[in-house]
Nanobody, 127 residues
């Protein structure tokens, strides 16, 4: 089975930057659509960004548009989330996700379309 592991979370001050990484293992002979979601205490998990298998297509939530950048790493099925101008509202556990099914969905912002999830990495932004 495919396993996802996130890293790079930590504590930063408002206005600072942080970069998260996610690495997948188990079926790396193909590339998957991969995404970042986040979940703050007491709130539902929300979409952050998604990237296509080739990296040619990306989409972002309105909350992070212009501040975050998703990209594919040098190794197959690794992704990075570069975060800048962080605010306390960005405080959450950030999760990496991958769609393993060989089929197409029309809405990549829905958590239910993804098949594998990482354990999460905590990002805390102080005032």
């Amino acid at each position: 089975q495919v396993q996802l592991v996130e890293s790079g979370g930590g504590l930063v001050h408002a206005g600072e930057s942080l970069t998260l990484s996610c690495a997948a293992s188990g079926r790396n002979f193909v590339s998957f659509t991969m995404a970042w979601f986040r979940q703050a205490p007491g709130k539902e998990r929300e979409f952050v960004a998604v990237i296509s298998p080739t990296g040619a297509n990306t989409e972002y939530s309105n909350y992070v548009q212009g501040r975050f950048n998703i990209s594919r790493g040098t190794a197959k099925n690794t992704i990075t989330l570069q975060m800048s101008s962080l605010t306390p509202s960005d405080t959450a556990a950030y999760y990496c996700a991958a769609r393993l099914r060989n089929s197409v969905t029309n809405d990549w912002s829905v958590a239910g379309v993804y098949d594998a999830w990482g354990q999460g990495t905590q990002v805390t932004v102080s005032s």
